[in-house]
């Protein structure tokens, strides 16, 4: 396989940074944000200059396109997707990004701003990366790796393809969606449209790594009901709903079933949001576990804290709601397990190590492959997302392009 050239993503993931994508939870638009079509027309126009077919933009904004096959025999039909909107919690505007050539080790100081620093102590995968150029910020904003790196890796490996058609392959379709970072990105994915038989979501972090696994997510959304009465006359009267929701809170377990005393396959219970008032208060959880079983075990644990204090407070009343969120994705993954075995060997194809994982949380893929589209995930090579402190190795970028390479052949092999 000839070398992956860096001309292919690089320049182009330099370019979507400077695009103001981010998303917003306050909106009541789809997209929340119309500036992330700035750069979905950006790609539209791209994959338009590649020779992609099939290019059209949905009413709700997701990009969809098409690289033909090039062999006379069936191979299914394999998907792409990247999310083009970056997270509400950091600045994506007026990105600018750093290249950090040739890292040697230690701290990378960002120049804009003092106290932000990617130290080599709480970034491990720096220690892999010695010797490699490292993209960064300056400090005042996130970088966008989450997802644009996934984008570059895809437009990328496409534009490879073409410029060598000697390699085989089937159908490939790609999709770039909006809205991911607000929990929203597949609200209104139409699998059928987009047309593939399995996909991947270029959506991860380190190198190597493919995930096939989510948590299970519910929120339980427990409400208070209190007694008002004006303060002045409340004695043996007054029933504050606060404080009744606070003592809900304090009642969780103290040294687990948090996000801050778990890992792994641990799940918890995880008081997100708090809105309260004497007669009325509302605790939104996120309730997170690998097996349904577990997530049914933590609602059963709120549920009779809420049952506690019903019993405990008689005039006031306390309920709970629990809304579905979504589902681990291995449940419906494992009906399909070429569809992993195959990326890791895309993997070690690249000269990588590959590592099956699990995401503690969620991903666009995890509600595809409940609609029908199995859809593991595979690396970026990006790092700290949400933060100033992102940071990518433009080498482990190149090995995404790889794998991505690889893995079309793979499935057009296994197909002969």
Not at 119 to 126: D, I, K, Y
Not at 393 to 416: C, F, G, H, P, Y
Request: glycine fraction near 8%; aromatic fraction near 8%.
């Amino acid at each position: 396989m000839k070398a992956i050239e860096r001309r292919l993503f690089l320049d182009r993931f330099l370019s979507y940074v400077k695009v103001d994508t981010q998303s917003s939870e306050e909106s009541d638009t789809y997209p929340s944000t119309m500036k992330q079509l700035n750069l979905s027309k950006q790609l539209m126009k791209e994959m338009e200059e590649l020779g992609l077919t099939d290019i059209e933009q949905t009413e709700h904004g997701y990009v969809f396109g098409t690289l033909p096959g090039n062999v006379d025999h069936d191979v299914p039909v394999i998907g792409f997707l990247s999310h083009v909107d970056t997270s509400p919690e950091v600045s994506g505007e007026n990105v600018n990004p750093i290249i950090h050539e040739n890292y040697q080790g230690g701290d990378i100081a960002l120049p804009k701003v003092d106290d932000q620093v990617i130290t080599w102590e709480m970034n491990p995968a720096l220690h892999n990366c010695i010797g490699h150029d490292i993209i960064t910020t300056d400090g005042t904003t996130l970088l966008g790796a989450d997802d644009k790196a996934g984008i570059a890796e895809i437009m990328g490996a496409m534009a490879y393809l073409i410029e060598n058609p000697e390699i085989k392959h089937g159908k490939i379709r790609v999709a770039f969606t909006v809205d991911e970072e607000v929990g929203t990105g597949t609200d209104h994915f139409d699998v059928k449209q987009f047309g593939a038989d399995f996909a991947y979501t270029m959506d991860g972090e380190t190198l190597g790594e493919i995930e096939d696994e989510t948590f299970c997510a519910d929120t339980a959304i427990i409400t208070v009901k209190g007694v008002n009465v004006h303060p002045g006359y409340a004695k043996d009267r007054m029933v504050n709903g606060m404080k009744v929701a606070a003592e809900i809170i304090t009642r969780l377990p103290k040294d687990s079933l948090s996000p801050e005393t778990t890992e792994k396959r641990e799940g918890y219970l995880h008081p997100h949001a708090f809105k309260g008032a004497v007669e009325y208060s509302e605790i939104v959880f996120l309730v997170r576990d690998f097996t349904v079983e577990g997530l049914e075990e933590n609602e059963k644990i709120l549920q009779g804290i809420v049952d506690e204090m019903n019993q405990k407070h008689p005039k006031v009343e306390v309920n709970m709601e629990i809304k579905e969120s979504y589902r681990n994705m291995k449940y419906k993954i494992d009906e399909h397990p070429e569809v992993v075995e195959y990326a890791l060997e895309a993997v070690k194809r690249s000269g990588v190590k590959p590592i099956k994982n699990l995401i503690r949380g969620g991903t666009d893929g995890a509600r595809l492959s409940y609609m029908g589209l199995p859809t593991p995930n595979i690396f970026t090579g990006g790092h700290n997302f949400h933060s100033q402190r992102e940071w990518i190795s433009i080498q482990d970028m190149e090995k995404a392009v790889e794998t991505i390479v690889n893995l079309v052949q793979i499935w057009e092999e296994k197909n002969r």
